[in-house]
């Protein structure tokens, strides 16, 4: 579950403010986030994440309202609640993949559970290479380990960050399909931020962000460079 | 909370061995500097425990003239040469003074296979309180007590597994080997010392009348001669114990100046040899400090390229739910591996090498070290390295905890 009420952010850095569109999704709904790059959408999911703080306007995430938190209590709510596919995987090539999606309850300081590790790599059909280093996988095997890591405590939100930007067509339906069985074997809310047609054309009828149209209000006046 | 722990330890773990050209690189610049801290620890506080030992309850040295620190390493530790003889007249009247409590003579003169033979008084063995390991002490001219380094060294040399009381054997003249053999005067060995931690372990005791015989009946010509010889008897060295501490004021003074003899105070020369020697250990510290402060460097260093390479990772962790204190626990922690194994190390080897040099001491009859002891101040040590460790980590853990998830988001 999603709700944004006059959403805005303001960079630190330059003064700018950005003013997003409310938002309301519902539990195990799904929602295409759309904009060029630079529009935004990074920012939007960070602050979906947590990891940002809004400027104003106020953001229900998975049942608690963001600004009311802090500090540990935000990183322990993003542990539970939040499941994150970023597009560059960031898989540690230190470990193992079982190891990297340990990971998940070594952050979120829980006992590790290998028999769910095992059961999420088997959900997304690399059971078998649980011992392999994320290096000695391919592109699509390495994405759906980054998967299994992502929904490993059934999260209430999926974010996933151009989930098909280097897949063919092929891999690219694959791993949407995939993506959106995830989610919804978890019952998440699911929001996918693409620029990819594909990826429009094949979510034709979910809820969509398009942050094209989202004009960055800027003090100076100046174009906004991001 | 534990399992944290562990889970955080088991992680770094991974994480050290996933560079590991780098891992054993700081490993051993950190190790080197560590036994280096710790032979120098090791081999000062014997050599000062060793010197302390020897010294305790001789208050004063008298002995011929000469320079006094040599008198003092000759009669005391007896590692150098004596600076000549004194005539037993003049102890005997050192004996009869009112301010001295105990005199013990020593003659020096002969050895055998390198072992000082030291005439003395049972005195001797009982001021440090050395006790026999087998047979007893000398009844008559000619028995001879070892040392148990002279024992142990002895049976390598040829008496494999023969008792060594009732053993003979014929001393040499001169203090290095090799000289004269009193072939006419094999001494008898009446018994050997158990090991005593000091002096007396490298010596072979006999009684001063022992030497006296082998050498004046080796050098009179005649009976007349030898009556002679036996007016001007002579020893090498006197320990004097004060019966009054006053005793320091005036009986030194009054040896150097009335009489043919030197006295040396123990505690000054000493002092005066430790400042001597005491640059070589400061020089040994200071190579260490270095070295620790290289290790500290290059762990530093490490640290920070692993953070700055693993960025994404712990960045990633932090998109997991990870607090910052977890991610820069993660830095430390590694740091806190390498100076765990390296303290480990370090201390082994700083052992190892405390042994062969007190192997080398040993072997040329000189003061003991070894490295199978453990002072309480090793315990320093891993906590040393804890701190170096922890000091090069300081940053790159910071480093981390401050690492912002959100620009990971915002990568293209």
């Not at chain 2, 000398?138 to 028995?143: S, T």
């Not at chain 2, 009054?244 to 003074?253: E, G, I, N, Q, W």
Request: proline share 5%.
């Amino acid at each position: 579950m999603i709700r944004t009420r006059g959403l805005a952010y303001t960079y630190a850095s330059s003064g700018v403010v950005l003013r997003f569109p409310d938002v309301d999704l519902r539990q195990g709904g799904t929602l295409l986030l759309r904009g060029r790059s630079g529009s935004g959408k990074s920012t939007w999911l960070a602050l979906m994440a947590g990891l940002r703080g809004a400027g104003s306007g106020d953001l229900f995430v998975a049942g608690t309202q963001l600004a009311t938190q802090r500090g540990a209590e935000i990183d322990a709510w993003r542990a539970r609640s939040i499941g994150f596919l970023p597009q560059k995987l960031y898989l540690s090539s230190a470990l193992t993949v079982a190891d990297n999606l340990g990971l998940v309850y070594f952050a979120a300081g829980l006992p590790r559970d290998d028999a769910a590790i095992g059961r999420a790599l088997a959900q997304v059909g690399i059971g078998e290479l649980a011992a392999r280093k994320p290096q000695q996988l391919s592109g699509g095997q390495a994405q759906r380990a980054a998967l299994a890591r992502a929904v490993l405590l059934a999260p209430e939100v999926l974010l996933a960050d151009e989930p098909t930007a280097s897949l063919d067509d092929e891999a690219a339906a694959d791993a949407l399909a995939l993506l959106c069985q995830s989610a919804s074997a978890c019952n998440a809310s699911l929001v996918i931020a693409t620029h990819d047609q594909r990826v429009v054309q094949a979510l034709a009828g979910a809820q969509t962000l398009d942050l094209n149209q989202t004009a960055p209000w800027s003090p100076t006046g100046k174009d906004l460079q991001l | 909370m534990k399992s944290g722990a562990f889970k955080l330890a088991r992680l770094s773990w991974h994480y050290l061995w996933s560079r590991p050209l780098a891992a054993v690189l700081n490993l051993l610049v950190l190790t080197l500097g560590l036994a280096a801290v710790t032979l120098v620890l090791l081999v000062a506080t014997q050599l000062d425990k060793a010197f302390e030992r020897d010294l305790t309850g001789i208050d004063l040295v008298v002995g011929a003239k000469g320079s006094p620190l040599q008198l003092i390493l000759a009669g005391v530790f007896h590692i150098d040469a004596p600076t000549g003889n004194i005539p037993l007249q003049e102890v005997q009247a050192l004996q009869a003074n009112p301010l001295v409590a105990q005199v013990i003579p020593l003659s020096l003169g002969d050895s055998y296979r390198g072992y000082r033979i030291v005439g003395t008084t049972p005195d001797y063995v009982k001021h440090y309180e050395a006790t026999l390991a087998e047979g007893a002490l000398w009844q008559q001219p000619m028995d001879a007590v070892l040392g148990a380094t002279v024992a142990r060294g002895i049976v390598k040399a040829d008496h494999a597994g023969a008792p060594l009381v009732e053993a003979t054997f014929v001393g040499s003249h001169g203090l290095g080997g090799g000289g004269h053999a009193h072939g006419n005067h094999p001494y008898r060995v009446s018994g050997v010392l158990a090991p005593c931690g000091c002096v007396l372990d490298r010596l072979i005791l006999t009684s001063t009348e022992s030497v006296w015989m082998v050498h004046e009946t080796d050098m009179a010509t005649d009976a007349e001669d030898l009556a002679l010889l036996q007016q001007e008897r002579e020893v090498t060295v006197a320990l004097v114990r004060y019966r009054t501490p006053l005793a320091a004021v005036s009986l030194p003074r009054k040896i150097n100046s009335d009489t043919s003899m030197q006295a040396a105070a123990p505690a000054i020369e000493v002092t005066r040899l430790l400042r001597l020697l005491g640059v070589g250990a400061d020089v040994l510290r200071a190579f260490g400090g270095v070295l620790l402060a290289v290790a500290a460097l290059s762990v530093f260093i490490a640290l920070w390229n692993a953070v700055r390479e693993r960025r994404a990772d712990l960045a990633m962790l932090r998109m997991l739910g990870a607090p910052p204190g977890r991610v820069a626990g993660l830095v430390l922690w590694e740091a806190l591996w390498l100076a765990a194994l390296a303290s480990a190390l370090g201390m082994l080897l700083g052992h190892g090498l405390a042994h062969g040099l007190g192997w080398v001491l040993q072997a040329q009859g000189l003061l003991p070290v070894t490295g199978w002891i453990w002072l309480p101040a090793e315990a320093g040590v891993p906590l040393l390295a804890a701190g170096v460790a922890a000091l090069a980590a300081l940053l790159p853990a910071m480093h981390a905890y401050n690492t912002d998830v959100a620009d990971l988001l915002a990568q293209p």
